[in-house]
């Protein structure tokens, strides 16, 4: 194992890009790290723009360690998405628990159920809460009342999935390329080193 005796973490707190305007002419090089799959919530233009962005705020050779969720069937999939324990389901349920505890809301969880879908040929993963019976919601903060017909969804949740050609594509319009690429054994996930060009 390599040591880095010499090497300083020094943490900041804020939003990505007023902490990295900071540390932009420091003079000293950098590495953002993305272990998880940041991006994979984002629409692929929103992608692209978070990145561009990302790299405005980098100088030529800096780099970014992004991991990201790979393609894969279905079978391997929905499973994460309809876990045997129903954490996807509570995380999204969740939601509606926030808006009634912070924005006076009174949904009635009970009356939602988690619904999951991925297509394979599109490499993304969706996740609703799909309402059980037609009701309506208040949320005293926005003075708002919203009806929902049996059946009808809210949509809470994106996953996307990568392949080097949809990485290249949300790439194309930023000063930023891929490098190299690390994946797992079974090629479920990528960790793609990037560099400011």
Do not use: W
């Amino acid at each position: 194992m390599t040591r880095l005796p010499d090497l300083k973490v020094i943490p900041r707190q804020g939003d990505y890009f007023s902490a990295l305007s900071e540390l932009k002419h420091d003079g000293r090089p950098k590495i953002i790290l993305f272990l998880g799959s940041n991006i994979g919530n984002l629409l692929d233009e929103q992608a692209s723009d978070f990145i561009y962005h990302l790299g405005a705020n980098l100088k030529r050779g800096d780099k970014i360690l992004l991991g990201v969720d790979t393609i894969k069937p279905k079978e391997i999939v929905l499973p994460a998405y309809n876990d045997a324990h129903g954490v996807t389901r509570e995380f999204n349920l969740n939601l509606l628990d926030r808006i009634n505890r912070e924005l006076d809301g009174n949904f009635d969880r009970e009356q939602f159920e988690h619904v999951a879908s991925y297509e394979e040929s599109e490499g993304i993963a969706r996740s609703f809460l799909r309402s059980k019976i037609r009701q309506s919601v208040t949320i005293q903060s926005a003075d708002a009342t919203f009806y929902f017909e049996a059946g009808e969804t809210i949509h809470t949740e994106i996953s996307r999935k990568y392949t080097d050609e949809i990485l290249e594509k949300i790439l194309a319009k930023t000063n930023i390329t891929i490098e190299a690429k690390v994946m797992d054994s079974h090629s479920l996930f990528a960790d793609y080193i990037l560099v400011r060009n």
